[in-house]
């Protein structure tokens, strides 16, 4: 089955400093790359995704690079904010029975004021 | 609109007993699944279900039953908690497969003493 792995397991940033956070994947097959922030006591919330057949996405201040030839992705997180502060979960899955959602076993990210 | 709901938020149970989560969501999305969240581990997935009377098995299955007979209900069974069932548990839903946004509701903790 797919195996997700990610990096940091714990990042701290200054207030206004970017932060990225890596993931790679095994299964070649594996077509749809969500990125998922949860806050303390709340439940993960999608904040970007990006398909196979996109290199770059970028939503304001965030945005998510995918090669797949290296089967890895990237969230990069420009001017954080202290709202910012979470966990950041990657996740790969794709079509077809076979290809349940895997995730990472998480960021948590910190940004000092 | 209701979104994803779960109950009970936290519950305390022994060893041997058996539990039920509950999940319901009002959007009558046909996917929907079942992840515990431990330290160290991430989201891992129990079962997921594709469609009403349709569920599947996850990653870490054992010692969980679950049952679909309506689309907007999505119940897990401890059928005899351990320890090591100790967690908080997510229930999510996504539109129509694996490859889209999942929602996620606000969790269940569990506690098995």
């Known amino acids: 089955g797919e195996n997700v792995e990610q990096h940091p397991s714990t990042l701290s940033v200054q207030e206004g400093d970017s932060a990225v956070i890596k993931c790679t994947y095994s299964?070649?097959?594996?077509?749809?790359f969500p990125w998922y922030k949860q806050e303390l006591g709340k439940g993960p919330q999608l904040i970007i995704d990006?398909?196979?057949?996109?290199g770059e996405k970028k939503d304001q201040r965030i945005a998510v690079t995918l090669n797949k030839t290296a089967k890895h992705f990237s969230l990069h997180i420009t001017e954080t904010q202290p709202e910012d502060s979470a966990v950041y979960f990657c996740?790969?899955?794709?079509?077809?029975?076979?290809?349940?959602?895997?995730f990472g076993r998480g960021t948590s990210l910190i940004v000092h004021p | 609109d209701a979104g994803i709901t779960q109950s009970p938020r936290y519950k305390i149970t022994e060893t041997g007993r058996q539990v039920t989560l509950m999940c319901h969501q009002t959007?009558?999305?046909?996917?929907m699944f079942w992840y515990r969240q431990d330290l160290g581990h991430g989201l891992r997935l129990i079962y997921y279900?594709?469609?009403?009377?349709?569920?599947d098995k996850g990653e870490v299955p054992d010692g969980y039953v679950v049952s679909r007979s309506k689309t907007e209900n999505f119940p897990l069974t401890l059928e005899s908690a351990t320890r090591s069932q100790t967690s908080v548990y997510f229930c999510?839903?996504?539109?129509?497969?694996?490859?889209?946004?999942?929602?996620f509701g606000p969790g269940t903790r569990l506690l098995v003493l």
């Open positions: 999510a839903s996504s539109k129509t497969s694996f490859s889209e946004t999942q929602y």
């Open positions: 299964d070649s097959a594996s077509n749809y």
């Open positions: 990006i398909r196979s057949n996109v």
């Open positions: 996740a790969a899955s794709g079509a077809g029975g076979s290809y349940i959602p895997t």
């Open positions: 959007w009558s999305h046909s996917y």
């Open positions: 279900s594709a469609a009403a009377d349709i569920t």
